[in-house]
Structures are given as structure tokens and as C-alpha cells.
């Protein structure tokens, strides 16, 4: 399967206009030629709906407040994203960000690739929704900041993260104080 966004008013109307005009032509009985046009209107419809999500004129940051964690999007207008942080998450049976809340926007606005994930430091409250997003989506590569010394290489949650990107084979960038970081 595959993820569509919703569709826009006009879509919508150019939708059913063409959907009226196909009921109305079996009047006439030409199913074949006008079933067939209808069919490839259709699957057209749902793909130029997804080419024509609209990308930033400016830089745009989208804050995601998920409680006691956050996550950050940005948008370049060249259609570059990164995703900073994840939020908490990643774990069965308590609230997922990557999941519930930055997976549907990125849907939603046709987003299906991430060039780069940042990750702040390595406490369930920054990857714990990266799990999700780094399953699901497209990455281009991840790049993590030092690891304080409280965080635990045996945390499940964080090998799980560290295992995701290995099978998927995400380039992992670990940088400390004073890196920068040029055309990831």
C-alpha cells in the first residue's frame, strides 16, 4: 500500500465533476472508451495530488510539542527536509511521537523521504520517536551528538534505534563539539 495525502477543494471538485460526466456518459453506452478514461483520470488524480504538494517558498520549521520532549521539522525550498529529535516514543503501549504525531504531518504534506535525522543525545525522550520514523520513512543519513555518560549502550530502546539504521544501512554521522556539519 501506499500513503496518500488528502486531496484539496479544487481537487475534490475536478473529482467528482469527472465522476458526474463518467454516470452521466453511460446514457449514451459508451462504457468501454469512457470506463477506461475514467480508471486513468482516477489514478492519475490520486498522483498529481501527491506531485502537487506545495513546498516552501522560505525555510519553515514545524515545532512538534509532544509533552515533556520535542521534535522539529525543516522544510527547505529546494524540498530538502531534516527532522531534529523524535520525541519520546518507541516503546508498546505508551504514546509514540514519531507515530502519532510527526508520521501523519509528514503524510499529510507529502513528505516521504528525510535527508537528515539529528539527533541532540541519545535519552528516550529525543529517539524514542525516531524508531518509528526511521522504520517507516526514507532517511538519508543520521547524525548524533556525543553520547552522555548515563546513557546505556544495553538500553534496548536504543539498540533497537542503532539496529534500524544498520539493516537499513542509514550513513550514521556521530560529531562532538566544535564538528560542522556542510552538505549532508
Given at each position: 500500500y501506499f500513503r496518500v495525502s488528502s486531496p484539496g477543494a479544487l481537487m475534490i471538485f475536478v473529482f467528482y465533476f469527472f465522476l458526474v460526466l463518467f454516470l452521466w456518459s453511460f446514457r449514451?453506452?459508451?462504457r468501454n472508451i469512457l470506463l477506461v478514461i475514467f480508471f486513468i483520470f482516477s489514478i492519475n488524480f490520486f498522483l498529481w495530488n501527491e506531485i502537487a504538494q506545495k513546498r516552501p517558498a522560505?525555510?519553515?520549521a514545524t515545532f512538534f510539542d509532544a509533552g515533556d520532549a520535542d521534535a522539529t521539522l525543516l522544510e527547505f525550498p529546494d524540498g530538502a527536509t531534516i527532522l531534529i529529535?523524535?520525541?519520546?516514543?518507541?516503546?508498546?503501549?505508551?504514546?509514540?511521537?514519531g507515530r502519532d504525531i510527526v508520521a501523519p504531518y509528514l503524510w499529510q504534506g507529502g513528505v516521504r523521504m528525510i535527508d537528515c535525522v539529528i539527533l541532540s543525545h541519545p535519552h528516550e525522550?529525543?529517539?524514542g520517536g525516531l524508531v518509528y520514523i526511521l522504520n517507516d520513512f526514507n532517511v538519508g543519513s543520521v547524525i548524533a551528538g556525543a553520547q552522555p555518560a548515563d546513557v546505556s549502550q544495553r538500553d534496548p530502546l536504543y539498540k533497537k534505534?542503532?539496529?534500524?539504521i544498520h539493516r537499513k544501512k542509514i550513513p550514521y554521522i556521530k560529531v562532538k563539539r566544535g564538528d560542522i556539519i556542510k552538505g549532508f
Amino acid at each position: 500500500y501506499f500513503r496518500v495525502s488528502s486531496p484539496g477543494a479544487l481537487m475534490i471538485f475536478v473529482f467528482y465533476f469527472f465522476l458526474v460526466l463518467f454516470l452521466w456518459s453511460f446514457r449514451k453506452r459508451k462504457r468501454n472508451i469512457l470506463l477506461v478514461i475514467f480508471f486513468i483520470f482516477s489514478i492519475n488524480f490520486f498522483l498529481w495530488n501527491e506531485i502537487a504538494q506545495k513546498r516552501p517558498a522560505v525555510l519553515r520549521a514545524t515545532f512538534f510539542d509532544a509533552g515533556d520532549a520535542d521534535a522539529t521539522l525543516l522544510e527547505f525550498p529546494d524540498g530538502a527536509t531534516i527532522l531534529i529529535d523524535g520525541g519520546k516514543g518507541g516503546k508498546m503501549g505508551t504514546r509514540d511521537t514519531g507515530r502519532d504525531i510527526v508520521a501523519p504531518y509528514l503524510w499529510q504534506g507529502g513528505v516521504r523521504m528525510i535527508d537528515c535525522v539529528i539527533l541532540s543525545h541519545p535519552h528516550e525522550d529525543q529517539f524514542g520517536g525516531l524508531v518509528y520514523i526511521l522504520n517507516d520513512f526514507n532517511v538519508g543519513s543520521v547524525i548524533a551528538g556525543a553520547q552522555p555518560a548515563d546513557v546505556s549502550q544495553r538500553d534496548p530502546l536504543y539498540k533497537k534505534f542503532k539496529e534500524i539504521i544498520h539493516r537499513k544501512k542509514i550513513p550514521y554521522i556521530k560529531v562532538k563539539r566544535g564538528d560542522i556539519i556542510k552538505g549532508f
